[in-house]
C-alpha cells in the first residue's frame, strides 16, 4: 500500500514568487492535514481539507491557501513568498473519522528554499 | 488551548543504554488522543503510537514502552537498550478525539546514539 507522496521534494524560489506543492494520500484516505516545520517555531498546522472542504484553519495569514481534490489530492500554495516561508512542509493524510481511525500518516515533505 | 512540552531538547546515549524521553501535556478536552512520531534525517515523521485518554495502561512494542499518567499529564517514552538506528528526533503530539485530525505538537527531543 503506497504511503503519503509529496512533490515536489525540493524547491528553490525567490521573493516574491508564488509556489504550488502537491501531496496525495494513501488511498481511502479523505483527511489531509498541512504542517510548516521551521527550526524557529517546530511544526505548526497550516489547514486541514477533508472530502474537499477545509474543515480547520491554523494561525497563518491569507497568502497561504489549499485545495483538495474529489480524488483526495490536495494541493498548497502560498503567494508573494517571504524569507521566513522556507521551512519543510509536511502533509499527512488520515482516515478523517473519529476514533481507532483517526491517525495521520506524514509524507516526506517539501522542502521550499526561498532566496 | 493544547499545550506539549518536551523538555529535553536533545539526549545523547552511547549504544545498549536505556533512554527516556519526557511528554507533558495540556488540554482542556477531557477525551483527547496522545501521539509519539518519530522524525530520521530523511524527514518523514513515522508514527509510532497512539494513546486513548481513557486508556492509562502503560504499553510496550519490542524496545519501546510508554508510560501514560494523566494525573500528572504526561506520556512518557523509554527505548530500551538503544541502537544507532534510533538515533532521530521524536516527537510527542496531542489531538482532540473528533475526527477533525489537528495534532500539536511538542519541539521534540533530538536522541542521539553512538556506537
Known amino acids: 500500500k503506497a504511503g503519503v507522496t509529496q512533490t515536489p521534494r525540493y524547491l528553490i524560489k525567490t521573493r516574491g514568487q508564488q509556489v504550488t506543492l502537491s501531496c496525495s494520500p494513501i488511498?481511502?484516505?479523505?483527511?489531509v492535514s498541512w504542517y510548516q516545520q521551521t527550526p524557529g517555531q517546530g511544526l505548526q498546522f497550516l489547514f486541514e481539507?477533508?472530502?474537499?472542504?477545509?474543515?480547520n484553519k491554523g494561525n497563518f495569514p491569507g497568502r497561504f491557501s489549499g485545495r483538495q481534490f474529489s480524488n483526495s489530492r490536495s494541493e498548497m500554495n502560498v503567494s508573494t513568498l517571504e524569507l521566513g516561508d522556507s521551512a519543510l512542509y509536511l502533509c499527512?493524510?488520515?482516515?478523517?473519522?473519529?476514533?481507532?481511525?483517526?491517525?495521520?500518516?506524514f509524507g516526506a515533505g517539501t522542502r521550499l528554499s526561498v532566496l | 488551548a493544547q499545550k506539549v512540552t518536551q523538555a529535553q531538547t536533545e539526549i545523547s546515549v552511547v549504544e545498549k543504554e536505556d533512554v527516556t524521553l519526557d511528554c507533558v501535556y495540556e488540554?482542556?478536552?477531557?477525551?483527547?488522543?496522545l501521539f509519539w512520531y518519530k522524525q530520521p534525517p530523511s524527514g518523514e515523521l513515522v508514527f509510532l503510537i497512539r494513546?486513548?485518554?481513557?486508556?492509562?495502561q502503560n504499553e510496550i512494542s519490542g524496545r519501546y514502552s510508554w508510560n501514560f499518567q494523566k494525573s500528572t499529564s504526561s506520556f512518557n517514552f523509554t527505548i530500551t537498550a538503544s541502537q544507532v538506528v534510533d538515533s532521530a528526533v521524536y516527537f510527542c503530539?496531542?489531538?482532540?478525539?473528533?475526527?477533525?485530525?489537528?495534532?500539536?505538537f511538542g519541539k521534540g527531543t533530538m536522541l542521539l546514539v553512538s556506537p
Open positions: 488540554t482542556r478536552d477531557t477525551t483527547y488522543y
Open positions: 494513546r486513548n485518554s481513557f486508556d492509562e
Open positions: 499527512a493524510s488520515s482516515w478523517g473519522t473519529s476514533g481507532n481511525k483517526n491517525i495521520q500518516y
Open positions: 481539507y477533508f472530502s474537499e472542504t477545509q474543515r
Open positions: 503530539a496531542l489531538s482532540e478525539a473528533t475526527g477533525y485530525s489537528t495534532l500539536t
Open positions: 488511498s481511502g484516505h479523505r483527511s
